[in-house]
């Protein structure tokens, strides 16, 4: 191929793999999250959760503060959920058999990770686009400082956050050419790097620059001191975190990106390019003879365990649906099926775990108990909660499914098959709770129960993927885990011993999400007929 071909061919490829990335649900989820991010990074005035302060203050909202409040919280949730979003197209590409197209093209192994490592890398610039222009508005919503100027509003996402992406698409792709991160264990062991790196990349002799907090926490602190002194807490902190009192604003007019960061972000760049070309010692392009990441692998490959694959036929299969069975004995078998289907092809490993953690559940004391092995037995299951609603449709059962004569009671055993999931791994903590006459533990316990199936379900249903889940479900777990008791959905986090969460509002939350998900249902089956 001639230079201009191989551009060609590569603009062809990204393209048509970023339009079809975009329009996927999990896109418009964590954009919208990344945009309320950027809400939280410039709260108002008297607002009680913010994302950047240094101790008690904060900088008055210049474009300067903003641009770069917004470009570091918008680094912090894009590398951690913006993974999820990018990183299954070379799956995606296999189950849709794309990918056999590809290995009879005459195009090279480099070529196709370099188009995908540039689309996984423009679908995380547009979001971090968006963001931007939201920065823009939240300047000129706060009020005050109107005066923008766009060089110190946008210089931050382009010098801070954007080679950041260059390497969570990078990343992703790797993941995805290497067998033990292809599937489930590879969303989690993400969210634990994505945590080290939000920690560590905070220092000012992190890698690279890690997060490019350094220089600004530096710049910040040293305009701090020369408005107020030496008094107050000078500690800088990024991260979602609730303040007593709102925040003491000082004036801040931003910074000078020095040469030597500025390198270390290029480097940056050259090791995301690097590590997305790197599969192209082993990755066997979709051609079976060869091996390659997707050879073997089911749309199922997320699930802690083999779960048969069935391949999606050609075109939607609807069969005449058949009369219902009424009676509760036949929804009792509906149920104990959907059960089976749910932990189906779990390996014994994991239910020696689930053991173990229950035995630790009864022989805790109670306070351990609530506060480390109830958040443990409701994060170990998170691969297996991830498959309700979305198994029919990676399968490619769909259709076969749509002849169930009653698909509202297949529906709803399906989120009964989540809660005795929930509620039998979390059976310790209720036992220890009911015989301590912990009422209120007992009632978070309960909302816990209904609301975990219950957001696993919805996302399955609206999403049609097991990963807006994973994403949702494992910072949401983090924070509570890390004491915000204003998400506390299982009652961990206590005061004086009683739940300090809004406990009587995870059932009603966990109601409402199981009647979107019926509408959600309603509405797709009538779109579908």
Not at 99 to 113: D, E, M
Not at 337 to 356: D, N, Q
Not at 369 to 396: C, D, K, M, N, Y
């Amino acid at each position: 191929m001639t230079a201009l071909r191989l551009l060609r061919t590569l603009a062809g490829l990204t393209a048509g793999d970023f339009r079809d990335r975009v329009r996927r649900p999990v896109h418009l989820v964590v954009l919208l999250a990344a945009v309320g991010l950027g809400w939280l990074a410039v709260p108002p005035a008297d607002g009680r959760w913010v994302i950047l302060a240094l101790g008690e203050y904060r900088g008055t909202y210049t474009s300067a503060y903003v641009g770069v409040a917004t470009a570091l919280a918008g680094g912090l949730w894009l590398t951690l959920g913006g993974f999820y979003v990018v990183r299954k197209g070379l799956a995606r590409d296999e189950e849709t058999r794309v990918g056999q197209i590809l290995a009879a093209t005459p195009a090279r192994t480099v070529l196709l990770l370099a188009a995908k490592f540039l689309s996984n890398f423009l679908v995380l610039a547009s979001m971090l686009g968006v963001l931007a222009v939201t920065a823009l508005c939240l300047q000129l919503v706060r009020g005050e400082d109107r005066g923008v100027d766009p060089v110190a509003l946008f210089q931050p996402f382009l010098v801070m956050a954007l080679p950041l992406l260059a390497l969570t698409a990078a990343a992703a792709l790797l993941f995805e050419t290497v067998p033990v991160l292809r599937g489930g264990l590879g969303n989690i062991a993400w969210f634990c790097v994505a945590l080290v790196v939000g920690i560590k990349g905070q220092s000012a002799d992190a890698p690279f620059g890690g997060f490019g907090a350094g220089p600004a926490a530096g710049s910040l602190r040293a305009a701090l001191t020369e408005e107020f002194g030496k008094a107050g807490d000078h500690t800088f902190s990024l991260g979602l975190t609730q303040i007593p009192e709102p925040l003491t604003p000082f004036r801040w007019d931003g910074f000078t990106f020095g040469g030597d960061f500025l390198v270390s972000r290029l480097l940056l760049v050259a090791a995301a390019v690097a590590l997305a070309l790197l599969p192209a010692l082993w990755f066997g392009r979709h051609d079976s003879t060869r091996g390659g990441p997707a050879d073997g692998a089911s749309p199922a490959a997320d699930a802690p365990a083999p779960v048969p694959a069935y391949a999606p036929p050609p075109a939607v299969l609807t069969l005449p649906r058949t009369a219902a069975e009424r009676g509760g004995r036949t929804f009792g078998r509906l149920l104990a099926g959907e059960v089976r289907i749910l932990v189906g092809g779990v390996s014994p490993w994991w239910w020696a775990v689930a053991a173990a953690l229950t035995l630790a559940g009864l022989t805790l004391p109670l306070d351990a108990v609530t506060g480390l092995v109830l958040p443990a037995v409701w994060i170990w299951p998170v691969l297996v909660w991830s498959r309700l609603g979305s198994l029919p449709v990676e399968h490619g059962l769909e259709g076969l499914l749509g002849a169930y004569p009653a698909p509202r009671r297949r529906l709803l055993a399906a989120w009964g098959s989540g809660v005795v999931l929930t509620a039998v791994l979390g059976v310790a903590p209720l036992l220890r709770m009911a015989f301590a006459a912990d009422l209120p533990g007992l009632a978070a316990w309960l909302g816990g129960v209904l609301f975990i199936p219950s957001l696993a379900l919805l996302l399955g249903v609206v999403c049609r993927t097991h990963r807006v889940f994973q994403v949702v479900y494992l910072p949401l777990w983090y924070l509570v885990v890390n004491q915000v008791a204003a998400l506390d959905f299982m009652g961990a986090v206590r005061e004086a011993g009683v739940p300090a969460g809004p406990t009587p509002l995870f059932p009603l939350l966990a109601l409402l999400l199981l009647g979107a998900t019926f509408l959600a249902a309603e509405t797709r089956r009538g779109l579908t007929i």
